[in-house]
């Protein structure tokens, strides 16, 4: 069991989840006069970039600006009391080139010569190369929006996935308009397709149809459930990629803390995504754009940030880094059924449910594994960590915290699911959420955080590969919340990224309002 347990450790120690704990007292202040705030600091040979985050803690304001501009590793020297930030911004990056200006609750730093834009967290820009679609996908019947689904162009590896409101806004190339079907997908339901030359480019409302499976088809094999799974592993070289493959993806992070959002970032990525059969190579993830915003004000004691997101995604990629659940080596460890056959993509598939035996103490998982009845290729994973066993797996999520401060993970949730292009599967869409509770021994109430890390696989590209530099991929151990983003004036252009739901864009509304107002008093 010892051999089990540090088998379940591994995937999470790399993956999910950093609790850092600091105390803000910043005060409320007129957003153009930030930069006239005077404030202390005080560093010696400090790199640029650290000082930078010690000014965003001082200000509640974060820092935007081009990498190529401003040398981030140079060491900064300074002891400034009750000094304007402006003064101290000019001594620190010595450049009289350079100006500021303020957007939202980010102060950007660019050349005079270059122009800025008055909304940082604005949607995606329609450019003349491309046709933009929008939407929401319902249930036929009862009305109610489907999260999660496919929207994609049949046969090409471009697509998107809409929110859990079911909405999405799709990119697409407008050299395939004129040729091409539009398909939206969701486990249990008939595929919508319709050519992309005949839907509306904005406010479509797309129903789906459940599907239903004839009893004819429920008896195609009279299957063992451990067999398909042991079927579906050894079909991986027939089913998905044998050589590597540049992943272009959406990725989100967020985190909730009772009900109000306190974090939120998300970017996009060019992913090298290695072959499923070569156990020796590794991915690579390579940020292209991102954007952040945090609420944080002088009652909150804890900022909780998230280690390696992006990078705990693809180790989520369960048919490659295979989970207790689908080892041969474990499966006497679990209860196995086939209780379901759905339709996903107009194919049969399986389910197989799968939850640990009760004499197993050590946390292990329970869910739901979708095979398709045919080739046998793993399509969707649901699963959990044992709700019954969950409290003792917290050693996993939490990192660091302060001695008289209890954490107790309280609820898991992971989707997976893969998109089939031309007869080969790829990563299609990641989705893990922890719900947790955080105690100080001396205070009477609990504080409740969710936080949840999400990716979806834009574009395939199975020409163009190359490896990333070390210096341009993200580690395993960073924090991703804390990278220095280049500042971008159309931010998403032609990119594809999952919306935010409604309550996340009333809350990022709150957020920018309330960094607004932070004032610093002496």
Not at 89 to 112: E, F, S
Not at 260 to 275: D, G, H, L, T
Not at 483 to 496: A, I
Request: hydrophobic residues 35%; positive net charge; charged residues 25%.
């Amino acid at each position: 069991m010892k051999q089990l347990f540090k088998y379940f450790n591994i995937i999470f120690r790399f993956s999910l989840f950093l609790i850092l704990f600091c105390i803000f007292s910043p005060k409320i202040i007129a957003q153009d006069s930030v930069l006239y705030q005077k404030i202390d600091l005080n560093t010696k040979n400090q790199e640029l970039i650290n000082t930078l985050d010690k000014i965003s803690n001082i200000t509640g304001y974060n820092f935007t600006y081009d990498a190529n501009v401003i040398e981030g590793n140079k060491l900064v020297n300074i002891n400034a009391q009750n000094e304007t930030l402006i003064n101290i911004l000019n001594t620190i990056l010595n450049d009289t080139a350079l100006n500021y200006k303020i957007i939202d609750n980010q102060i950007v730093i660019y050349k005079y010569n270059e122009k800025t834009n008055e909304n940082i967290l604005t949607k995606n820009k329609t450019t003349s190369n491309i046709i933009t679609i929008t939407g929401i996908v319902k249930d036929s019947y009862k009305k109610k929006p489907l999260p999660f689904a496919t929207i994609s162009i049949f046969g090409k590896d471009i697509g998107t996935i809409s929110n859990s409101d079911g909405e999405f806004v799709f990119n697409i190339p407008v050299e395939i308009k004129n040729d091409e079907n539009l398909i939206v997908s969701y486990m249990g339901y008939k595929n919508f397709e319709i050519p992309i030359n005949k839907i509306n480019h904005s406010e479509n409302i797309i129903y789906l149809e459940k599907d239903f499976v004839t009893i004819q088809e429920v008896l195609i094999r009279n299957a063992n459930p451990i067999s398909l799974i042991r079927e579906a592993i050894n079909n991986v070289k027939k089913n998905y990629g044998t050589t590597p493959v540049m992943f272009n993806s959406f990725y989100r992070e967020t985190v909730n803390n009772n009900n109000r959002y306190v974090v939120y970032s998300e970017a996009i990525m060019e992913i090298y995504k290695s072959s499923y059969t070569n156990l020796y190579d590794f991915d690579r993830i390579k940020v292209l754009k991102g954007r952040k915003c945090s609420d944080v004000n002088k009652t909150d004691t804890i900022l909780i940030k998230l280690r390696s997101g992006p990078n705990s995604c693809l180790n989520l990629d369960i048919v490659k880094n295979h989970l207790s659940f689908i080892d041969e080596e474990y499966f006497d460890v679990y209860n196995y059924k086939i209780a379901d056959i759905t339709i996903f993509n107009n194919k049969l598939a399986y389910i197989i449910e799968f939850e640990q035996k009760n004499y197993i103490v050590d946390p292990l998982y329970k869910g739901k594994i979708y095979i398709e009845v045919y080739s046998l290729a793993i399509t969707n994973i649901e699963f959990c960590i044992n709700p019954d066993r969950i409290r003792k797996s917290k050693k996993s999520f939490v990192i660091k915290k302060p001695k008289n401060v209890k954490v107790k993970p309280i609820f898991t949730k992971y989707k997976v699911s893969y998109r089939e292009i031309n007869g080969r599967y790829y990563l299609n869409h990641v989705r893990g959420e922890l719900k947790f509770k955080v105690k100080y021994r001396k205070k009477l109430f609990n504080s409740v955080f969710e936080t949840a890390i999400e990716m979806a696989t834009n574009n395939i590209d199975t020409v163009n590969i190359r490896k990333f530099k070390n210096k341009e991929r993200i580690r395993t151990n960073e924090i991703f919340f804390d990278k220095k983003f280049e500042y971008d004036e159309l931010f998403w252009g032609s990119y594809n990224f999952i919306i935010p739901e409604e309550s996340l864009q009333e809350a990022l509304k709150r957020i920018n309002k309330n960094n607004q107002q932070y004032k610093h008093t002496d």
